[in-house]
């Protein structure tokens, strides 16, 4: 739901209430899944903002950044909010995944997406084409609300986890800002796809004899017995499956 913020006075403050209200709304409905998508920077620290994001993080909320759009490196020039690091930065590419002439770039930066030429709404009930980190980062949050939906039981860590870790690699693109821009553009099948598997533990002992299912160092399901049968209950749902070809370091059902 969009939440209108009076910018022409008390500024940083409204958008901290803003951000406690998102935070306050997770603590009562524990069942209820929150992304909060920020398109909007500041011109400097305000620790009323930053206690606001710590606090909704801290109640399960998965917080979203626009980067800026200065072509300034973040480590040097920090941008805020989009520094903070419980938020999820976001830098801009085009069509080809070049980083954006305008974005942002830094160690801050958590992944990137697509934010030049974006179909976009614009004032008076129109449709426009808009350019911006700020059409980059709902791209994000819009991700992670499809990786809750396929796993509701992931916390917003493992959200964040999941989205980073399934990025695809843009170095080769982007020869110059190697390592500026987060771990790459934001994968939404893999996102999606790996979701499913996520955040379960060990599941091994399930099934004595029959499957034998950990966890790697990256945090995925692996089942070490191809063809035996996997079985594990989650959601309150009871799950069968076959450990079939192994698909990177995560085996999926034949």
Not at 16 to 23: E, H, K, L, S, W
Not at 86 to 98: F, G, P, S, W
Not at 148 to 154: E, G, I, K, T, V
Request: proline share 4%; with cysteine; charged share 15%.
């Amino acid at each position: 739901m969009p939440l209108r913020v009076e910018l022409t006075a008390g500024m940083n403050q409204n958008l901290a209430d803003a951000i406690n209200y998102v935070g306050q709304q997770a603590t009562a409905n524990p069942n209820r899944r929150y992304v909060i998508n920020c398109s909007w920077r500041m011109n400097g620290d305000h620790t009323g903002v930053r206690t606001a994001i710590q606090n909704a993080v801290n109640r399960n909320v998965v917080v979203v950044f626009a980067a800026g759009n200065d072509n300034r490196n973040t480590d040097t020039t920090p941008q805020f909010p989009g520094v903070y690091p419980e938020v999820i930065a976001i830098a801009a590419l085009d069509q080809q995944d070049r980083k954006a002439t305008f974005s942002n770039f830094g160690g801050n930066v958590d992944v990137s997406a697509p934010g030049v030429n974006i179909w976009s709404t614009v004032p008076v009930n129109c449709f426009g084409f808009k350019n911006g980190t700020s059409m980059a980062s709902p791209h994000v949050a819009g991700l992670a609300a499809l990786v809750w939906s396929r796993n509701r039981s992931l916390t917003n860590q493992q959200v964040r986890q999941v989205i980073q870790d399934t990025c695809d690699n843009i170095d080769a693109a982007n020869p110059g800002f190697i390592g500026q821009l987060g771990r790459g553009r934001i994968n939404a099948f893999q996102a999606t796809s790996q979701a499913f598997w996520a955040g379960w533990g060990n599941l091994g002992g399930l099934l004595p004899g029959r499957a034998a299912v950990g966890q790697n160092a990256d945090g995925r399901l692996e089942a070490f017995h191809e063809g035996r049968t996997i079985a594990f209950t989650t959601g309150g749902k009871r799950h069968q499956t076959t450990a079939g070809r192994r698909a990177g370091t995560a085996w999926v059902a034949s």
